[in-house]
């Protein structure tokens, strides 16, 4: 690629209107008592996307910055998603809405795992940040009950928006191409490169933004690699190469401009979405002792897992630099009671 073409690139990518809520750069910390624990190890740096701002950050504050932009631009008044009951991704919507001052619609459906009179620390912030809560009993259930909503809505004379989970569409996968330039940057000034990503990867515009932007950036020497929170890689690969094909359409790039190859790790799923692993289980106890940082059972439990494991099997060589990408999701470990005092 051409320096003129990459430039042009990229400002077209600062085009993109975009709100200014999430607190970047994150920070990129190395971890050398994990390195230490693990014998003969790469150097491990954290990229700490947990630090990005409203809802208690994670990954989906980059990529609705973008599909909310477009909302408020669109004159959005109700806006609609859906999740899990513990969905970081409802969360960190129902805050911005707050923010924004739109009315939020969450359709959830019940976690793989509950607990009697207890409810998850992320439905009480949805409730507490004025989302409406609407319970289906399925996964399968939310899409057309979402868009049976927006139909009600838009027959009231209301603009209402639907945003698919985890804002995984190339819209919000740009704030993920963007994540890349901001890491290539801090890894530059530290003097570093780094050969691996891992991340936890499910619904996709995460793990598509930042190969997207690798191919822009060039963060990555080898490869990035996404660990599967719950299905199995042949179903996610396709729909993570349609956004990364998305995302060059929206940036006016000519077809077959990206890569699309994909490469997800489903092999530390466990007994499946939601559901901890004993491996994951595991990898939060080292990280939070070796190091102070939490990881959460449902996504980056499981993609450290997958990292611990590379490296324990010898995937990993000590004279290679890794970077695991904190997608956030900590507050699946905390649940608070269902009938909460109020003042």
């Keep these: 690629m051409k320096d003129l073409d990459l430039q042009q690139i990229v400002a077209r990518l600062s085009a993109i209107p975009h709100l200014n809520f999430g607190h970047y750069p994150t920070p990129i910390e190395e971890l050398p008592r994990l390195r230490q624990a693990l014998g003969k190890s790469p150097r491990i740096f954290a990229k700490r996307d947990d630090y990005a701002g409203p809802g208690f950050g994670g990954n989906k504050v980059r990529k609705l910055q973008y599909v909310l932009a477009q909302a408020v631009a669109d004159q959005v008044e109700v806006v609609i998603t859906a999740g899990s009951l513990k969905s970081n991704h409802a969360r960190v919507t129902a805050a911005l809405c707050a923010k924004l001052g739109l009315r939020c619609i969450l359709v959830l459906n019940s976690p793989a795992v509950m607990f009697e009179s207890l409810s998850p620390a992320s439905l009480s912030l949805d409730e507490m940040f004025g989302a409406e809560i609407r319970r289906v009993s399925s996964s399968e259930e939310r899409a057309p009950t979402m868009l049976t909503i927006a139909e009600q809505l838009r027959n009231e004379g209301r603009r ?36 691996y990503v891992f991340h936890s990867s499910s619904s996709g515009g995460t793990q598509a ?20 929170s719950g299905d199995p890689a042949p179903s996610m690969t396709p729909e993570i190469a349609a956004i990364i094909r998305g995302v060059g359409e929206m940036l006016g790039l000519p077809s077959g401009f ?54 324990r099997k010898g995937r990993l060589s000590e004279n ?9 999701g900590q507050l699946a470990i905390f649940y608070t009671p269902q009938e909460r005092p109020r003042a």
């Design 160 to 195: 209402a928006l639907v945003i698919p989970l985890g804002a995984s569409i190339p819209l919000g996968a740009i704030g993920f191409v963007l994540a890349v330039q901001e890491a290539q940057q801090q890894f530059a000034a530290l003097g570093e490169q780094i050969d």
């Design 209 to 228: 933004g930042l190969i997207a932007g690798n191919q822009l950036f060039k963060l990555v020497n080898k490869q990035i690699i996404g660990v599967s």
């Design 258 to 311: 990206f890569d699309e190859s994909v490469m997800v790790l489903d092999e530390y799923i466990g007994g499946g979405y939601g559901v901890p692993s004993k491996e994951g289980d595991a990898a939060i106890d080292l990280l939070a002792r070796s190091e102070g940082l939490v990881l959460d059972p449902v996504y980056t439990g499981k993609a450290m897992a997958g990292l611990i494991d590379w490296i």
């Design 320 to 328: 290679e630099n890794v970077l695991f990408w904190h997608t956030g």
